[in-house]
């Protein structure tokens, strides 16, 4: 049997067990939905979200779990708050917004190590595999500037390994398949007793994916562009008393077939390589109160092929090293930290300058109480190219019922400018200052044994954007919007819904010094989701409906793209204690879309899509 004939058959066998799920016997309830998860990416010590004044969203294992064979980047652009244009299905060349911000301004941390590409700027999402990621803690907006740094102004992501199961030795193995020729297999080993973890994974999907571009140069590029993606992870920790340390290493590596849209020569591929790793030791000297030292490295890089003859490499290397404090006092929690980054670029561009390094410091206080919760946060960096730059935060929630509780927030943030920004050649600007920003937000949060709904109103004011060619600091920008969201849960039944307005526009004054507005690109007006599902100790399913707005694929409203709605369906069905399936089904209604154009291509999107896994666990 061929591979190809043995994937559609196992999507064959697969899929109709899925459907049977619905006459799963019934029993007590599981947690579907965490109306109130612990997070530790806000202030850097854990916290209930209930207690945090900046918007948060937790995504647990148990969510990821029905994004079996897809990427990080798949995942992310599902979430509340979150805009995205994607140039020829999964793996191809993406970006996303958070409040207006693009991924630029969005710092993307891998087990408190940064990752992203130093010279686009971009963290490269597409290559991570969802399969090895345990847990995602998103943070909205620009509290996290005045804990993280540069290129925080738009919000922070923060993934985390898979780490040892809680309930002693276990191994899982996953086989799934799907449309386009989909396939995909991984394993993990994982190992915990009182004081170790211990969690070893490994995964590899591939396809023969789409046909990326609607409107081609060449008529020779309309074909199928594929990819094949290999990951591995490893976290081991260990306590012995009052001390505890571990590792946490996060590869990934990708082949990616793009259409070559400027000639009729053979596609353009593109072989990437990204991941963190880091050991970390921390010391628990009190009820709350600890010290930790880390030391991380994380890995960007990028080389594009046209035929055999490589046409770029671009690899982007970053080193840190933090100290972190957290000391309980009687009213609250003092933080305290200190970190030393260094960035260097190795490529094929002849840049004038290839490393800088930046050394930060931090203190803040958080408080949280039965009526009031407070954080206040200021940060100093000393940047070797752009030299010095300063930020705070401080917020205030108040708790006027024991289910009802008001709160604001105002944070300063600044972005780096990339070394493209600042390099390339003939298009680079080494006198480039950071972007800054002030923003503030204000919500009311309505929270019940069943349900948790938030309105939250932001703003954002953007000044030296880094726009032009070559770069120049020239631009400023204006960011209103409001987000609403509200999950519920009665017993096996879950339901939630939430709706995002944003008006982010560029304010640039013209040439005669005259106000001008126009709207920034790939930033919808409107996006909103809503799902019901079900929940049980051995069978879930979840329908998602999404609707997004038209918006602008470039400058000058010179592209737009439609707006278009996905109805999505996802499930996971507990055959025995060690046999599930999951079963995920895209774009039902098998909606044609496109949500980028760029130098006159317009690229597809998926149509309606399936994807089925099995996993054996031990």
């Known amino acids: 049997m061929s591979s190809i004939a043995l994937r559609r058959a196992i999507i064959l066998a697969l899929a109709p067990a899925s459907m049977l799920a619905a006459h799963a016997q019934t029993s007590e309830p599981t947690t579907a939905v965490e109306l109130d998860p612990m997070v530790v990416t806000v202030t850097k010590t854990p916290t209930k979200t209930s207690n945090l004044v900046a918007q948060t969203k937790v995504l647990t ?112 193995l996953t086989v799934g398949a799907g449309s386009h020729d989909s396939f995909n297999y991984g394993i993990s080993a994982g190992f915990a007793n009182e004081n170790t973890k211990l969690n070893l994974s490994a995964n590899h999907s591939e396809s023969d994916g789409i046909n990326t571009i609607v409107t081609p140069y060449h008529a020779q590029s309309r074909d199928e562009d594929g990819f094949e993606r290999q990951s591995a992870s490893l976290a081991l920790s260990h306590r012995a008393g009052q001390f505890e340390a571990g590792l946490n290493a996060l590869a990934s590596k990708a082949d990616v077939e793009y259409d070559n849209t400027w000639s009729d020569q053979s596609d353009i591929r593109d072989k990437q390589k990204g991941g963190a790793a880091s050991i970390y030791g921390t010391y628990h000297y009190g009820n709350g109160s600890d010290v930790k030292v880390q030391y991380g490295e994380s890995l960007d890089e990028s080389k594009n092929f046209a035929g055999a003859t490589m046409t770029g490499e671009y690899q982007s290397r970053q080193k840190q090293a933090n100290l972190s404090l957290t000391h309980a006092i009687g009213a609250g929690k003092i933080l305290a930290g200190a970190e030393h980054l260094k960035q260097e670029v190795e490529s094929s561009v002849a840049y004038a300058q290839t490393k800088r390094d930046n050394t930060g410091v931090y203190v803040g206080y958080q408080s949280t109480h039965d009526k009031l919760d407070a954080q206040a946060f200021v940060r100093y960096d000393d940047n070797s190219w752009y030299g010095e730059d300063t930020t705070y935060n401080a917020g205030l929630a108040y708790r006027i019922t024991p289910n009802l509780r008001v709160g604001a927030n105002y944070a300063t943030g600044f972005r780096a400018p990339t070394f493209n920004d600042l390099y390339w050649p003939g298009g680079g600007n080494p006198d480039l200052q950071p972007e800054t920003s002030k923003n503030s937000e204000a919500f009311i949060e309505l929270t019940g044994n069943h349900h948790k709904t938030r309105l939250t109103g932001y703003h954002s004011d953007v000044k030296d954007l880094i726009a032009g060619w070559p770069s120049k600091n020239i631009n400023k920008a204006k960011i209103t919007g409001a987000t609403i969201s509200s999950d519920w849960q009665f017993g096996h039944y879950l339901a939630g819904v939430s709706y995002d307005y944003q008006d982010a526009n560029d304010v640039t004054p013209n040439a005669l010094g005259e106000k001008t507005k126009s709207d920034l690109a790939f930033r919808p007006e409107h996006k909103g989701t809503a799902y019901v599902g079900y929940a049980h100790d051995d069978f879930n399913v979840r329908a998602e409906y999404q609707k997004v707005g038209s918006h602008y694929a470039g400058g000058n409203h010179s592209s737009k793209m439609q707006g278009y709605g996905l109805l999505n369906l996802s499930g996971t069905y507990e055959l025995t204690p060690h046999i599930s399936i999951t079963h995920r089904f895209n774009n039902i209604l098998n909606k044609k879309y496109t949500t980028n154009e760029s130098w006159g291509t317009r690229y597809n999107a998926d149509g309606a899509n399936v994807h089925t896994s099995v996993t054996f666990k031990y």
Do not use: C, W
């Not at 148990?62 to 652009?77: R, S, T």
């Not at 995602?136 to 993934?159: C, D, F």
């Open 61 to 172: 294992a148990k969510e990821l779990a029905h994004y079996q064979g897809q990427n990080l980047f798949d995942v992310i652009k599902n979430q509340a708050g979150i805009s995205s244009y994607n140039s020829g299905g999964t793996d191809k060349a993406s970006n996303f917004y958070m409040r207006g911000f693009d991924s630029k301004g969005i710092l993307v941390i891998i087990d408190g190590v940064r990752y992203g590409s130093l010279t686009t700027g971009q963290p490269a999402l597409g290559l991570l595999s969802a399969n090895e990621v345990e847990r995602v803690e998103i943070l909205y907006g620009a509290s996290g500037s005045s804990v993280y740094g540069a290129n925080a102004m738009g919000g922070v992501i923060q993934v985390f390994t898979k780490k040892g199961s809680a309930d002693g030795s276990k191994v899982a």
